[in-house]
């Protein structure tokens, strides 16, 4: 398999309640960013794990990156979303020779736990898959849909829903036609289904944490934390 990784770094993470782009913020002594990238950067089968950060980023440069070693590259060529960012990586990787049925694995810098077992089931279902797909988790808990006052409108029946997860992982050419004709999508995998398509769900962990709110570091480091003992 030829798989290179690409990391969507280019956002500054509102919701986060941080003076600095979240990317950055310090859990475990490192930037979030970091333990993200060790992650991908660990698998022998990834051959490169390229950093899509924005134009102007003026964070990367204040910190030592080396210790992930040479697969990881910074690319400054994020756009105003997260399909802008990610379809200029690729445009990078068609400029270096992307094949069609290379394999590009996209997945959300703010998700610092992964687990490497995770990222090779991921590689192994979809191994000789023509589309790809994603990790994701079944749906647990009952679901209400919310009026505009804030009240229950309904209970939606779980049965068949599934809570999307990074990584996402897509043949080249299919991901790249995808986001192309719809940019507006929120993740890779809505842009595949909406060419047509239907990605595979591969069952991920509850512990693929994405940070997204004041609180979610903390929880992060207990992670990690846990992640090291076990």
């Known amino acids: 398999m030829r ?62 990156w080396s210790d992930l070693g040479p697969k990881v590259e910074p690319l400054f060529c994020g756009g105003p979303t997260r399909s802008a960012t990610v379809g200029n990586a690729l445009r990078v990787l068609a400029a270096r020779g992307a094949r069609p049925d290379d394999w ?63 990584p996402q992982m897509f043949r080249f050419a299919v991901l790249r036609t995808a986001l192309e004709r719809h940019p507006e999508v929120t993740d890779e995998a809505s842009a595949v289904e909406a060419a047509g398509l239907a990605p595979k769900l591969v069952e991920g962990d509850p512990l693929n944490l994405k940070v997204t709110r004041p609180g979610d570091l903390a929880l992060a480091a207990a992670i990690l934390r846990l992640q090291e003992e076990a």
């Open 104 to 166: 590009v694995l996209v997945h959300d810098a703010a998700r610092p736990c992964l687990r490497g077992e995770y990222l090779t089931q991921l590689a192994e279902v979809l191994g000789h898959d023509e589309v790809g797909g994603l990790l994701a988790l079944p749906v647990a808990d009952t679901v209400k849909r919310a009026d505009i006052r804030g009240r229950v409108a309904a209970t939606v029946p779980r049965e068949g829903l599934w809570l999307a997860q990074t």
């Open 3 to 64: 798989v290179t990784a690409i990391v969507p770094a280019a956002g500054v993470g509102r919701r986060s309640g941080l003076a600095l782009p979240k990317q950055y913020a310090e859990l475990a002594g490192r930037p979030l960013l970091w333990h993200t990238l060790a992650r991908l950067a660990e698998p022998a089968w990834i051959g490169r794990v390229l950093v899509a950060l924005a134009v102007d980023d003026a964070h990367w440069r204040r910190h030592d």
